[in-house]
């Protein structure tokens, strides 16, 4: 059972067996909706699970996001084939997700991307040290809904503002939900700089952004 | 060597530590993010991809071997130098915490006030050695340049010694300039370190601009440094303590090597905070049975180096001044004391993981030092300690309390209390204070009680006049 394979491939975070399994998806001719809606997704619904009930880790978690995106990789241009047929459900919501500029933590951020991964959200990882502008370019380009800003420094937290700057300077404040995080960020300090959330820890953001969502 | 002396791994275990980080300084080598040292150090004969430097074992060996053993930091009043190194044990409060958890456990963003009240504690408090560095963010100021205000403040304030700014070059230069008045001019700095700063790597195996950009600037005035590693296991460093401590040692060697190659003979610490992740969170957690074991464990290799050693503090997870703060503080704070770690920054006030100071924890932990101090002192066996002509004087069913022998030595063997509550239940169960609210009347005692050391008028002038200088540079 193929299906079966991708969703223990997936919660194994083996990446290579994913990939090899849907290089077979391909060969077969096998119906690549069916492969990422009950098997790589069963797979990552099922990490999100056991996580929550505290019996994965977060190494778990994000080889597993690791495993699903190449997966995603592999299959995506059926998959796009197929959404554009209308076979296929479109996604939770798309999230552009970063390191602001002159900061190059990025743990905190892989593990909110993973976290987002696994509940569902197509993910933007833009990496860390970015400026506002490619945090505003990407999501622009993809279409997202959400744009997640990641400082760790009290001398870096600034450049969360710049980003609700440069999204109001070219007229597109409406268009994204803006959040933050980070170690030194708050609650306080998202009101301040005029974002839509904060969140403390990577399982916050999630519930955060479906909250969002929802509104 | 003290007779308290822990030791959690054997002399071959850090041989084999030790070849590890050789290997991967070799092999995989360092990421130096800072073109001046990536120069010096290929000057030096170390080979260089791009920003990538790969250290020669031989001569990463020769150059530690040329930093100091120990040194004395010089402080403003000469009561307050510091002999860093050999069995002694330097005290430092916390440092860089961004936010203040006030009793009762609201947390806060940390201000200038907050900042200048915690300078006036540090130099009160009789158990810390430094008055510290940035002992809160005060975020009040412009970030730009509160590193300036910070500094002053400690020169102006208190009399003991403190940290520099780590801020690049640029940071590092400012700290020299205000101090070089304070004591006898630049060139007196070279004949004694007057200053001491954290240097941290990032971790895994890189070496920053602005970090590095600072300890090239104080190795070139021979001004003392902690080069510290931080691997928190299982995310920035192997799951596994050993390939954790080898990372570490790489890249605090490398660190140790470049000062040395600046300028041989700089004194060094050699510095750990590494802990472990919390595998559920990712969240650092840096006060558990593993970071305490990395904590002794960097003692034994520092002492191996033949350099003197930081690691530990009264850490915890904590969010308030409660029992898993004290239980977790003080393994924090006797792990590194009794392996004879010689410089303990974050001595006292941390809560949250570094993330928080507070005043009340605080005083908490400079009463652990305090009893941790006093158990590495050990036991004096002599013939005075002995006693035994007032044993023999006071016989069978007798008692001490009223011999001479007891009113001299009392003083000296026990360490009285600060904080510590040792009433009846009657004499407690008047007020039923917990640590928390008598740590409060603690500190506030303390501050009402701060007396300004002062500081020559003119000296204070010309101070303040190049920092406005400075300012107006920055934010111009």
């Keep these: 059972m193929i299906l079966e394979e991708l969703k223990e491939a997936v919660m194994e975070g083996d990446r290579e067996l994913v990939e090899e399994l849907c290089q077979k998806v391909l060969d077969e001719k096998i119906n690549p909706v069916e492969a990422v809606e009950n098997g790589l997704i069963k797979g990552i619904e099922e990490i999100g699970r056991l996580w929550t009930e505290g019996e994965m880790f977060l190494p778990d978690v994000m080889m597993g996001a690791d495993a699903l995106k190449a997966g995603l990789d592999i299959l995506g241009p059926e998959l796009s ?7 296929a459900k479109e996604g939770k919501g798309k999230i552009v997700i970063g390191t602001v500029k002159g900061d190059i933590h990025d743990i ?6 993973a976290m987002m991964t696994a509940a569902g959200y197509d993910v933007y990882d833009i990496g860390f040290d970015q400026d506002a502008a490619a945090f505003t370019n990407k999501a622009e380009e993809v279409g997202a809904q959400i744009i997640a800003a990641s400082a760790l420094l009290t001398t870096t937290m600034g450049e969360q503002k710049e980003l609700v700057a440069c999204l109001k300077e070219r007229g597109l404040r409406d268009k994204y939900k803006v959040i933050i995080g980070g170690g030194p960020t708050t609650q306080g300090w998202a009101d301040e700089i005029g974002a839509d959330g904060w969140a403390e820890t990577a399982n916050d953001a999630v519930s955060l952004c479906n909250k969002l969502l929802a509104g | 060597m003290s007779k308290v002396t822990l030791k959690v791994l054997t002399d071959e275990d850090i041989r084999q530590i030790h070849n590890t980080s050789l290997q991967l300084l070799q092999e995989v080598g360092i990421e130096v993010e800072y073109e001046p040292a990536v120069e010096v150090l290929k000057e030096a004969g170390m080979r260089v991809e791009g920003r990538r430097v790969f250290f020669d074992p031989a001569y990463v ?5 040329e930093a100091p053993h120990d040194f004395t930091l010089y402080a403003r009043d000469p009561k307050h130098n510091v002999h860093i190194g050999g069995d002694d044990v330097a005290y430092v409060p916390g440092y860089g915490a961004p936010f203040v958890i006030d009793a009762g456990g609201n947390r806060r963003p940390s201000t200038w006030e907050d900042y200048m009240n915690l300078l006036k504690l540090a130099h009160m408090c009789e158990e810390m050695d430094l008055s510290g560095g940035m002992l809160v963010e005060p975020n009040d100021l412009d970030d730009r340049t509160r590193y300036l205000d910070a500094l002053y403040a400690h020169i102006r304030y208190s009399t003991k010694c403190l940290m520099g700014s780590s801020y690049g070059a640029d940071g590092a230069r400012d700290t020299i300039e205000l101090l070089a008045p304070v004591f006898g001019g630049k060139d007196a ?6 200053v001491i700063t954290l240097i941290n790597t990032i971790s895994p195996l890189k070496l920053d601009a602005r970090q590095t950009g600072a300890l090239m600037e104080y190795a070139k005035w021979k001004q003392a440094m902690v080069i510290a590693s931080l691997v928190m296991a299982g995310s920035t460093g192997p ?4 390939g954790a401590l080898a990372v570490q040692n790489a890249e605090v060697l490398a660190g140790i090597t470049l000062a040395q190659t600046v300028n041989p003979g700089t004194p060094v610490v050699y510095g750990s905070a590494s802990s472990i992740t919390d595998m559920r969170t990712g969240s650092v957690s840096i006060a558990n049975a593993e970071a305490a074991l990395l904590t002794a464990s960097t003692a034994q290799l520092a002492r191996f180096y033949g350099i003197p050693c930081r690691a530990g503090g009264g850490l915890t ?3 308030t001044v409660d029992g898993q703060a004290g239980y977790e503080s003080a393994l924090m704070l006797m792990s590194p004391v009794t392996a004879g770690v010689n410089f303990i920054l974050h001595t006292a006030g941390i809560l949250q993981y570094w993330l928080c100071m507070s005043y009340e924890k605080f005083i908490m932990d400079a009463e652990i030092a305090g009893v941790i101090r006093r158990f590495k002192r050990s036991i004096d066996v002599n013939e005075n300690t002995l006693a035994l002509d007032v044993i023999r004087k006071v016989g069978p069913g007798g008692h001490f309390l009223t011999q001479i022998h007891t009113k001299r030595n009392h003083k000296t063997e026990m360490r009285k209390p600060v904080l510590s509550d040792r009433q009846s239940y009657e004499g407690w169960s008047k007020e039923k204070l917990t640590t928390e609210q008598q740590a409060a009347r603690v500190w506030k005692k303390m501050l009402a009680e701060y ?3 002062g500081l020559d008028e003119a000296l204070q002038k010309h101070l303040q006049e190049y920092i406005e200088a400075r300012k107006r540079e920055i934010t111009k």
């Excluded at chain 2, 799951?239 to 050993?242: D, E, G, R, S, V």
């Design chain 1, 81 to 87: 084939k197929a959404k554009a047929a209308g076979d």
């Design chain 1, 108 to 113: 905190g951020k892989n593990i909110v991307a």
């Design chain 2, 61 to 65: 060996e020769k150059k530690v071997a």
């Design chain 2, 189 to 194: 700095l070279k004949e004694k370190p007057v």
């Design chain 2, 239 to 242: 799951a596994t303590l050993a």
């Design chain 2, 317 to 319: 997870d904590s969010k």
């Design chain 2, 451 to 453: 007396e300004d050391p």
